[in-house]
């Protein structure tokens, strides 16, 4: 009995005769006051204190019977009950004791927190990634079990969301409308892979596709960012770097806002190679062959 107990009730009757210097109560079953009869009687104790309410303490079963062949019957029962508790309790107690010696987490039932994931078969990229997950996650106790699937595999198992940890490329390009992969309407057959739900960043989502500024587009999505950095439904791990060679031969080459493979030849009409050249006046022999030759150089 807990020392802070004043009061004490058995199936809401409250004992008189609670001692709280000793912390110790009597209660009478008997038929003659009909809190005994026969079969199972079940007897909940509860108590409460100066600073807390009344609360459920404990449970107790008596079972009376003048039958001796039925005493025995519910001993019996009871007995085996009482061993198949006592067994669950060593299982799981071996379990814990057995787990405790993985380097895994485990929770309060000794299981063992291990996490599904998924990604495209085929794809080096991917799957590197996912081993390299794997090994760091597994640092801090975290079990991974990678399935690298074909590509119709993996798209029946992101459409039925059969995943824990999925690792997949989106390009937004340079469209600004995220609606399709964070919007709570796409969680269960769109684009919105984490299935986040968030009335806020519905609304901010809602908000750039009501409007055609594209100041007020890029302000709304700022701000479904920041809501979005809080929530933390996906770990965005890398943007693609691309690399393109040219000849030095070739002028007027401008690679910006890559997004694409296809833009690197965005404006190939500002390329060129050949250069035409005037003549300063007053022109001399002298000069024409000093820049000619600084140009063979």
């Given at each position: 009995m807990p020392d802070n107990i004043t009061s004490v009730w058995v199936n809401n009757y409250k004992l008189s005769l609670f001692n709280t210097e000793k912390h110790t109560f009597s209660y009478k079953a008997s038929l003659a006051i009909k809190t005994l009869k026969p079969g199972k009687n079940t007897y909940i104790i509860s108590g409460s204190s100066q600073t807390a309410d009344k609360k459920i303490l404990g449970t107790f079963d008596i079972f009376y019977s003048t039958d001796?062949?039925?005493?025995?019957?519910?001993?019996?029962k009871y007995a085996q009950?009482?061993?198949?508790?006592?067994?669950?309790?060593?299982?799981?107690?071996?379990?814990?004791?057995?787990?405790?010696?993985?380097?895994?987490?485990?929770?309060?039932?000794?299981?063992?927190?291990?996490?599904?994931?998924?990604?495209?078969?085929?794809?080096?990229?991917?799957?590197s990634l996912a081993e390299y997950l794997k090994q760091e996650w597994e640092k801090i106790g975290i079990?991974?079990?990678?399935?690298?699937?074909?590509?119709?595999?993996?798209?029946?198992?992101?459409?039925?969301?059969?995943?824990?940890?999925?690792?997949?490329?989106?390009?937004?390009?340079?469209?600004?409308?995220?609606?399709?992969?964070?919007?709570?309407?796409?969680?269960?057959?769109?684009?919105?892979?984490s299935q986040l739900t968030n009335f806020e960043i519905d609304t901010t989502l809602e908000a750039i596709r009501r409007s055609h500024d594209k100041t007020v587009q890029q302000?709304?999505?700022?701000?479904?960012?920041?809501?979005?950095?809080?929530?933390?439904?996906?770990?965005?791990?890398?943007?693609?770097?691309?690399?393109?060679?040219?000849?030095?031969?070739?002028?007027?080459?401008?690679?910006d806002n890559l997004l694409e493979t296809q833009d690197r030849i965005s404006v190939i009409h500002n390329w060129y190679v050949h250069e035409s050249y005037n003549m300063n006046i007053p022109f001399s022999f002298s000069s024409f062959f000093d820049w000619l030759s600084s140009e063979l150089k």
């Open positions: 001796e062949s039925e005493r025995k019957a519910i001993e019996q009950k009482e061993k198949t508790k006592r067994l669950k309790k060593e299982n799981l107690e071996n379990e814990k004791t057995k787990n405790s010696e993985s380097k895994f987490r485990i929770n309060k039932n000794g299981d063992t927190l291990n996490l599904k994931l998924i990604t495209l078969e085929g794809n080096i990229k991917y799957e079990q991974i079990t990678i399935q690298a699937l074909p590509i119709k595999e993996l798209n029946t198992q992101v459409l039925e969301r059969n995943y824990d940890i999925l690792i997949y490329g989106q390009n937004l390009g340079y469209n600004l409308d995220a609606y399709p992969y964070w919007h709570s309407s796409q969680a269960k057959q769109g684009f919105n892979f302000k709304e999505l700022e701000k479904a960012q920041e809501l979005m950095a809080q929530e933390a439904p996906a770990l965005f791990l890398y943007s693609p770097e691309r690399t393109f060679l040219s000849s030095p031969k070739i002028k007027g080459i401008k690679l």
